[in-house]
């Protein structure tokens, strides 16, 4: 099955940007969608079809897809970002087509 | 506004089955998916499967193959889950979560999600 790879963990300081990646084989043909799991809450999702942010989310948080890597950016970062991020496909071409990375702990210092 | 409220904690013991159920208001269930994913304490997110609410398709994770089945009732708006024969590294919080297909595309992400069971095994 697909395969989407994040680093463990990326520390960044308050106010600085974090970057977030996810690899996989020609994401760039499919739809990237980022998740926010904050310690004993439920996902969140607040980046969808690459770029796309739902209502509600601020706009400091924005993702993009070129060529074999999707990334979550977060501008200005503040305390509250501080959390789990997953990456997630649908991928089609397999019989086990909903796809999630192994989340990147984001840390503000 | 769409909420998804999930039954409440299960302690099982292992080859037992257990049965989440996730109630859905504030959209018609039928316009969308649900889609199942679990959490292992300390662990990443594990997707589980997802069925069509307009048509009962589905289609599961192969290593829960056999022992998961997902269903929705439209006359009560809810989704449930059952996995059976359980075993301790099935212990887990299970989430369920509306899927909403990319515009024009067969690709799904996950817009809200349910607040969580937990789900203990243990002998």
């Known amino acids: 099955s697909y395969v989407l790879t994040q680093p463990p963990s990326v520390s960044v300081a308050p106010g600085q940007t974090a970057t977030v990646t996810c690899g996989g084989d020609?994401?760039?043909?499919?739809?990237v969608h980022w998740y926010q799991q904050k310690s004993g809450q439920a996902p969140v999702l607040v980046v969808h079809?690459?770029?796309d942010r739902p209502s509600g989310i601020p706009e400091r948080f924005s993702g993009s897809n070129v060529g074999n890597t999707a990334t979550l950016t977060i501008s200005r970062v503040e305390a509250g970002d501080e959390a789990d991020y997953y990456c997630q496909v649908w991928d089609t071409s397999s019989d086990h087509p909903g796809v999630f990375g192994s989340g990147t702990k984001v840390t503000v210092l | 506004q769409v909420q998804l409220v999930q039954s409440g904690a299960e302690v099982k013991k292992p080859g037992a089955s257990v049965q989440v159920s996730c109630k859905a208001s504030?959209?018609?269930?039928?316009?969308?998916?649900i889609t199942w994913v679990r959490q292992a304490p300390g662990q990443g997110l594990e997707w589980m499967g997802w069925?069509?609410?307009?048509?009962?398709?589905?289609n599961n994770a192969q290593n829960l193959q056999g022992r998961v089945t997902m269903t929705t009732d439209t006359s009560t708006n809810t989704a449930h889950m059952e996995l059976r024969s359980l075993r301790s590294d099935d212990a887990a919080v299970y989430y369920c979560?509306?899927?909403?297909?990319?515009?024009?595309?067969?690709?799904?992400?996950?817009?809200?999600w349910g607040q969580g069971t937990l789900v203990t095994v243990s002998s």
């Open positions: 504030g959209y018609t269930l039928t316009n969308y998916g």
């Open positions: 020609n994401i760039r043909s499919k739809s």
């Open positions: 069925i069509s609410a307009h048509n009962g398709y589905t």
């Open positions: 979560a509306r899927a909403t297909a990319v515009t024009g595309t067969p690709f799904y992400y996950f817009d809200h």
């Open positions: 079809d690459d770029s």
